[in-house]
């Protein structure tokens, strides 16, 4: 049976958005305000520190880091840990920021806000390559997990409180994301589904929000393959990473309402039998 190892030695206030990039693990800590790094060879942990919350981040083919946060969307030189403004389509809304985000088959960026206020007022947005910012869907309240499938010709996404996935028909030339959907319900589950993964059999792993699981998905029929339980309350987001892309990576958020063993960690998990696929860089050689 799969078992949930706590890797490093972080405690995030809110760990989000692991993404595998150039061999080494990234996440953020929302709360924390920060950008953190692990690499599984040498155990070694890095960070960027913000004056912001950070919602996500993502590789650049240049070798920057692309980000998403209370602010808008910027580059990062990890050398010299400068931060360049890309663009803030929401810088009026002061309760909103950027939540979940990802890279589309093709190099565009796809990042949605979240309402703090919790109404449908978000949005998820598509970064070109020529930086321009377009609405890809609306609306939305918080903006979570978005993947593709193998194939590149359907997007996932999941606006948390519709307790749903959706499945969009997407056309890579234009980036266009249309025929939205429900495929997956996750309304019998006492948890909010947050972040997620996709294998390359085209099947999601969810995580569970407030519900301390990760659940494994079939895509085509929406029903539940398995469920791997954690030791923390606040699972976030999951990704594939690892030499063989075959180590389901997990951050966590510390729980506020009781006691909470491992809470804040990153975790592993391995012996899946299935394996992910590496995320695109950002194409931003303008």
């Not at 912001?52 to 030189?77: A, H, P, R």
């Not at 990802?102 to 978000?122: D, H, L, M, N």
Request: proline share 5%; with cysteine; net charge negative.
């Amino acid at each position: 049976m799969e078992k949930p190892e706590p890797i490093g030695n972080r405690i995030s206030q809110w760990g989000e958005g692991p993404i595998w990039v150039d061999d080494q693990l990234y996440y953020v800590d929302i709360k924390g305000q920060a950008i953190c790094s692990y690499d599984p060879k040498s155990s070694e942990e890095t960070e960027w520190n913000f004056d912001q919350e950070i919602g996500f981040v993502v590789g650049c083919q240049s070798g920057k880091l692309l980000y998403g946060g209370t602010n808008g969307l910027f580059f990062l030189d990890p050398d010299s840990g400068q931060s360049e403004l890309i663009v803030d389509p929401e810088n009026e809304m002061e309760d909103n920021r950027f939540n979940d985000g990802k890279t589309s088959p093709e190099g565009r960026v796809f990042a949605g806000t979240i309402s703090g206020k919790r109404e449908p007022v978000a949005k998820l947005y598509r970064l070109d390559p020529d930086r321009r910012v377009h609405i890809a869907y609306e609306p939305v309240t918080v903006s979570n997990g978005i993947v593709w499938s193998p194939d590149g010709a359907t997007c996932y996404y999941i606006d948390t409180p519709s307790k749903e996935v959706k499945a969009f028909d997407y056309e890579s030339d234009t980036g266009e994301l249309v025929n939205p959907r429900a495929v997956i319900d996750t309304s019998n589950i006492q948890a909010s589904a947050d972040g997620m993964a996709i294998d390359v059999d085209g099947n999601l792993w969810v995580t569970m929000c407030h519900g301390g699981c990760v659940v494994h998905y079939d895509s085509q029929s929406g029903k539940e393959i398995k469920r791997i339980e954690f030791p923390a309350v606040e699972v976030t987001a999951c990704a594939f990473g690892g030499e063989k892309m075959d180590e389901l990576y997990v951050t966590s958020g510390i729980y506020s309402k009781g006691e909470d063993v491992h809470g804040g960690r990153l975790f592993v998990v391995r012996d899946l039998g299935v394996s992910g696929s590496v995320f695109p860089h950002y194409d931003d050689r303008l």
